[in-house]
């Protein structure tokens, strides 16, 4: 018997350490070549790691959440082969090594993802299913359960509750082995607590992954960036107007038109004319860039957290290119398929919660850029004409601009010259 060490691999994106997101083994587990043993995360793009050989996990390197530096030592796999001989082309030389070294001592992590037709068609030598739990032993049901991205992923596709589920894994965590018991107990919900309880639980969460990512941009953004926010109402009757005929009269292959694809197209008119704000600030050096090219963050919630996928050269888009390419970052990112490439490089960003919205909302800028706009709700409202109230569909722009180098005027200026092409969408389409 031999043994294998896989190492944390270059991941290609020019960074000396990686956080470690998820486990899909433990020590003991028996592994195949080319199966998945954990996620990691660098940036804001998740990299699953094979499995080079086959054999059974000795050891686990890292915990959940930790950083691993690149070459650092991460899984111990006992092979059938000689010490330090892996399989014949199982080893990538970009990403692993095989060394020998003194075994060390096995770590807990989370268990393996089976095959969702193992889970779905039991086989008949598995072991009888254990009893079901006891009423002492039922998960409190207004606690959020502790699980992974995948095991999350997994219920919801299943259509479970996870709420239902009981955790073995450490402090509760739902572990697949946990869905497969839930599953092949035919998922009978745990009855719910009756009547008003005192609660008296503290669930600790470790921050971790994108969530982490998130957190450090959002603190650097504010520490770094001195904030000022203006509000300005936009009637977007007119707009709403056009949008609807441009939707009645689309061909089939075009995508069907939000508002956002307006503002982008609105948004690029106006840093033509005030190219200040489509720029990023090297706080460091002390330097302005101002770029000609308009690269569009556009801010995207997803079952992980929040990122802004980019909608690169907006510029060079139509209003239907750039509903389409909006579209399709979306569905990358909520899908975690964007790549490290489409999640980079804007030069300013809109946010928008949609019904969501508020009223008004003070928009974190995306450091190191100097300007983001903020899409609040809109709603009907009765509008003064001068003669009598007229029902307005009205909207409120927040936009945020860096205060060191974006003056309160300029910031003004800019947000009524976006106000004027919203509110009279014909000039979005004039050139020139």
């Given at each position: 018997?031999g043994?294998?060490?896989?190492?944390?691999?270059?991941?290609g994106?020019?960074?000396?350490?990686?956080?470690?997101?998820?486990?899909?083994?433990?020590?003991g587990?028996?592994?195949?070549?080319?199966?998945?043993?954990a996620?990691?995360?660098?940036?804001?793009?998740?990299?699953?790691?094979p499995?080079?050989?086959?054999?059974?996990?000795?050891?686990?390197?890292?915990?959940?959440?930790?950083?691993?530096a690149?070459?650092?030592?991460?899984v111990?796999?006992?092979?059938?082969?000689?010490?330090?001989?892996?399989p014949?082309?199982?080893?990538?030389?970009?990403?692993?090594?095989a060394?020998?070294e003194?075994?060390?001592?096995?770590?807990?992590?989370?268990?393996?993802?089976?095959?969702?037709?193992?889970?779905?068609?039991?086989?008949?030598?598995?072991?009888?299913?254990?009893?079901?739990?006891?009423?002492?032993?039922?998960?409190?049901?207004?606690?959020?359960?502790?699980?992974?991205?995948?095991?999350?992923?997994?219920?919801?596709?299943?259509?479970?509750?996870?709420?239902?589920?009981?955790?073995t894994?450490p402090?509760?965590r739902?572990?697949?082995?946990?869905?497969?018991?839930?599953?092949?107990?035919?998922?009978?919900?745990?009855?719910?607590?009756?009547g008003?309880?005192?609660?008296?639980?503290?669930?600790?969460?470790?921050?971790?992954?994108?969530?982490?990512?998130?957190?450090?941009?959002?603190?650097l953004?504010?520490?770094?960036?001195?904030?000022?926010?203006?509000?300005?109402e936009?009637?977007?009757?007119?707009?709403?107007?056009?949008?609807?005929?441009?939707n009645?009269?689309?061909?089939?292959?075009?995508?069907?038109?939000?508002?956002?694809?307006?503002?982008?197209?609105?948004?690029?008119?106006t840093?033509?004319?005030?190219?200040?704000?489509?720029?990023?600030?090297?706080?460091?050096?002390?330097i302005?860039?101002?770029?000609?090219?308009?690269?569009?963050?556009?801010?995207?919630?997803?079952?992980?957290?929040l990122?802004?996928?980019?909608?690169?050269h907006?510029?060079?888009?139509?209003?239907?290119?750039?509903?389409?390419?909006?579209?399709?970052?979306?569905?990358?990112?909520?899908?975690?398929?964007?790549?490290?490439?489409?999640?980079?490089?804007?030069?300013?960003?809109?946010?928008?919660?949609g019904?969501?919205?508020?009223?008004?909302s003070?928009?974190?800028?995306?450091h190191?850029?100097?300007?983001?706009?903020?899409?609040?709700?809109?709603?009907?409202?009765?509008?003064?004409?001068?003669?009598?109230?007229?029902?307005?569909?009205?909207?409120?722009?927040?936009?945020?601009?860096?205060?060191r180098?974006?003056?309160?005027?300029?910031?003004?200026v800019?947000?009524?010259?976006?106000?004027?092409?919203?509110?009279?969408?014909?000039?979005?389409?004039?050139?020139?």
């Amino acid at each position: 018997m031999g043994e294998f060490i896989l190492k944390m691999p270059d991941v290609g994106e020019g960074v000396a350490e990686a956080e470690l997101v998820e486990w899909h083994v433990k020590p003991g587990d028996p592994v195949r070549e080319d199966m998945v043993l954990a996620a990691v995360m660098t940036d804001k793009a998740t990299v699953e790691i094979p499995s080079p050989v086959s054999g059974k996990v000795l050891w686990l390197g890292a915990e959940v959440g930790d950083t691993v530096a690149v070459k650092a030592p991460l899984v111990r796999i006992e092979t059938a082969g000689e010490a330090g001989e892996p399989p014949p082309d199982s080893v990538p030389e970009a990403l692993a090594e095989a060394v020998l070294e003194e075994p060390l001592a096995a770590a807990p992590a989370p268990a393996p993802q089976p095959k969702r037709e193992e889970v779905l068609r039991p086989k008949p030598e598995q072991a009888a299913p254990k009893p079901a739990p006891t009423p002492r032993e039922a998960r409190d049901l207004s606690k959020k359960p502790l699980a992974s991205p995948a095991v999350r992923l997994r219920a919801k596709d299943s259509g479970i509750d996870l709420r239902q589920v009981i955790g073995t894994g450490p402090a509760g965590r739902i572990t697949h082995e946990d869905l497969d018991l839930f599953i092949s107990r035919g998922a009978e919900p745990v009855p719910a607590q009756i009547g008003l309880v005192r609660k008296t639980a503290v669930e600790e969460i470790k921050i971790t992954g994108l969530r982490r990512r998130i957190a450090e941009k959002m603190s650097l953004s504010t520490s770094r960036i001195p904030h000022i926010t203006y509000v300005e109402e936009v009637d977007m009757t007119a707009l709403e107007d056009l949008r609807a005929t441009m939707n009645r009269d689309r061909k089939p292959e075009q995508p069907k038109l939000t508002v956002l694809p307006f503002l982008m197209r609105a948004l690029i008119k106006t840093v033509a004319e005030q190219p200040g704000v489509n720029a990023t600030f090297d706080d460091h050096a002390g330097i302005i860039h101002r770029h000609a090219a308009v690269h569009i963050g556009i801010a995207t919630q997803t079952p992980a957290g929040l990122t802004v996928p980019v909608v690169r050269h907006a510029e060079a888009r139509t209003i239907w290119d750039c509903a389409a390419e909006l579209n399709r970052l979306a569905e990358a990112a909520r899908t975690g398929t964007a790549t490290r490439d489409e999640l980079t490089g804007s030069t300013i960003t809109i946010s928008s919660l949609g019904a969501l919205g508020g009223i008004a909302s003070t928009p974190v800028i995306n450091h190191p850029e100097v300007a983001i706009v903020g899409v609040n709700k809109m709603a009907t409202r009765p509008v003064w004409d001068g003669t009598q109230f007229v029902p307005r569909k009205i909207m409120n722009l927040s936009s945020s601009f860096d205060h060191r180098v974006i003056d309160g005027w300029d910031a003004a200026v800019f947000v009524q010259r976006l106000k004027t092409l919203l509110e009279t969408p014909a000039l979005i389409f004039v050139e020139g």
